[in-house]
């Protein structure tokens, strides 16, 4: 398959269902990569010349981005001036048999279009309209730009992150970006959902920064609960002992014995099995009372052994238990390969591109080792508007 012809969607239950992308960067298209690869056309709206500002991100290979790459696999691209009528015109003959149009502007950017959901939604009552932005599309920073970053340390989610006394320390990947995608996706599959049941279309807004918040989980029970602001713990569980990152003879493991039984299951691992008798750590409670403690038992008994000694013995004991991963063992892990989490995808100038595949697997369709090629700026053109002209 060449670079500018119509990918074939994969068989996913979202066959049938066409979207039409608006989006650019990292939210919006990691959205539409997850149903493009869930079985939805995806066609993506670029700007003309410029194109999506992911095209010029790195890290590059031969020239083209692989940060775009990574994220828009299996797409259709043509690019469209939304200023012009020519190319509005052609837009909106775009949605006249599309399901979903996702966009990730500015909010009040699309109304400055002609192209808000008020009107679109007149225009074509079926069509699904997915909006997600930095702050969403009211209360009063509605119309502030925003970006991961941003959101992150306005979210909380940078004060809970890194060792206590440490400088402000970012999630090492965008989470407030791709929490935005995924929050997106889902109210995506359940307006289609509401829709076949009822008829009716509807607007979705995301907002990053409401993604973070709601990815506080346990920060906020803990507050409301005590009174007291969470702070950064480093690697270990705030409410579960031992739950942490350790020290062993070579470097760190996981431990996480999440319950009584486990706890007293390692220290008989570990050769202390007094541990589980001392009142300090009889409980869970006990146990993150006295933490430091805790830290340093375990750690003056894991010293006499490596990672990798310690990993087989734990699990051989039913003890959950885990290695500190580079990216580059994760990619190499037999575990994660045996998942299908490491695709292919076919480009004509850079060859073989290898990306993360895709999570979520389903009983009744496959989940194929090859995604759809990655599309070159205005590349279906050609392809989309003959099929325009073949449409009644």
Known sequence: MTNDTQPVPPQGPLNGITVIDLTRVLAGPYCTMVLSDLGARVIKVERPRIGDDARHIGPFVKGKSAYFMSLNRGKESIALDLKTEGDKEIFLKLLENADVLVENYRPGTMEKLGLGWDVL?????????????????SGPYSKRPAYDMVVQGMGGIMSLTGHEGAPPTRVGTSVGDITAGLFTTIGISSALYHRSMTGEAQKIDVAMLDCQVALLENAIARYFASGEIPGPLGARHPSITPFQAYQA?????????????LFKRLSEEIGRPELGQDPRFTTNQDRCDHVHEMTEELEAALAAKSVADWLAQFEAAGIPCGPINNVEQVLNDPHVLSRNMVVEAEDPITGTLKMAGNPIKLSSFDDPPTRGPVPDLDAHRAPILNSLKQEP
């Open 121 to 137: 939604h007149q225009r074509f009552p079926k069509l699904i309209y997915a909006a997600a932005s930095g702050f969403g599309h």
């Open 249 to 261: 003879a070579d470097g760190h493991l996981i431990i996480a014995a999440g319950n009584d039984t």
